[in-house]
């Protein structure tokens, strides 16, 4: 068992208190640091099997509750509800003092960062910006759309918060996200062998059992999202990320976030693009979307400490 710690700080919105989480190893001292990035609609404890893999393996890990999420939220009428037209920008701030306090606190580790599901496309942007200094980067669950796709739906949902304000949770929103390959799946949990999120029924189970995974966005939480996504797909943006850090790529194969693995390749070519010189692409065969939920996700955590472990060794040696 790890030591779970939880912590406070002040959003990048200025008014709200974001909630946090530390695991340390149960017994030795951390040799590098793992900060986690959570997806829509969840929050940072649903990654605590995870995380206790990676103490066991000498991680600190780290991670927060996103604004609008898990216990960052004050009542249910914030659940979903970032900061009007700025919670993409919040969002990063909020990453980054994560990490900022906590390189602070380990100066000199290895650290690395993994964004999954809208933490990924997250994590992607706030690379162009924070890159620097780390030691790689897991992007898990991703996505890629044309940038006017994007732009488009933004458009949608200003014209939406003009008349409805920016609080209001707007079906027609939610089914335009999740059409096209989401339409094989079962959305809502009332078929959990056939849920998008994983192969696990008993995953997906618990998933829809708890109020903290089954609120509806607001059109902030839209805005920022698809904010996120429309710079993401911008490849000028893409090539402001440090051409030396190493990036992972990993999704299921069966992820419609990915386009059934599509878009996670577009994402991967990208990068290379950009000019980033180590990208990894992983799709794992049948794997849906919460590849670390998956019914053999034990393979996922052992290619992730394999990959790290394979990363710090070479930076190891390049300062040798």
């Known amino acids: 068992m790890a030591k779970k710690e939880t912590f406070r700080f002040l959003s990048g919105d200025g008014r709200t208190m974001i909630h946090g989480v530390r695991w340390r190893p149960d017994k030795g001292q951390h040799q590098a640091v793992f900060q986690i990035v959570h997806g829509m609609v969840e929050f940072i404890d649903r990654y605590e099997a995870f995380a206790e893999y990676l103490t066991e393996k000498g991680f600190l890990v780290v991670g927060h509750d996103h604004l609008g999420h898990g216990d960052s939220v004050v009542t249910k009428e914030d659940w979903g509800y970032m900061a009007d037209k700025s919670g993409g ?82 079906p027609l929103m939610e089914k335009a996200v999740f059409s096209g390959p989401f339409r094989e799946f079962s959305l809502d949990g009332t078929v959990a062998e056939n849920s998008w999120l994983t192969r696990d029924v008993s995953q997906v189970r618990t998933y829809y059992a708890d109020p903290r995974c089954t609120f509806h966005f607001t059109l902030s939480g839209f805005y920022a999202l698809m904010e996120t996504v429309f710079y993401d797909a911008k490849d000028q943006y893409a090539a402001r990320i440090p051409a030396d850090l190493p990036i992972l790529l990993a999704s299921g194969d069966r992820d419609p976030v990915g386009d059934f693995g599509k878009g996670v390749r577009l994402t991967g070519q990208q990068l290379k693009r950009a000019g980033v010189k180590d990208v990894s692409v992983k799709l794992y065969r049948d794997y849906r979307h919460e590849i670390l939920n998956e019914t053999d996700k034990e393979i996922v955590y052992q290619d992730i400490a394999a990959w790290v472990a394979k990363v710090m060794r070479r930076g190891k040696r390049d300062m040798e």
């Open 89 to 170: 920008v919040c969002m990063i701030r909020d990453i980054h003092r994560v990490r900022a306090a906590t390189q602070r606190q380990n100066e000199g580790m290895p650290y690395f960062i993994l964004g999954h599901s809208m933490g990924s496309y997250l994590l992607r942007r706030y690379l162009t910006r924070y890159g620097s200094g780390l030691s790689g980067a897991v992007i898990m669950g991703t996505g890629y759309a044309p940038a006017e796709k994007a732009g488009l739906a933004l458009g949608m949902i200003r014209v939406a918060a003009a008349l409805k304000g920016w609080r209001f949770r707007c």
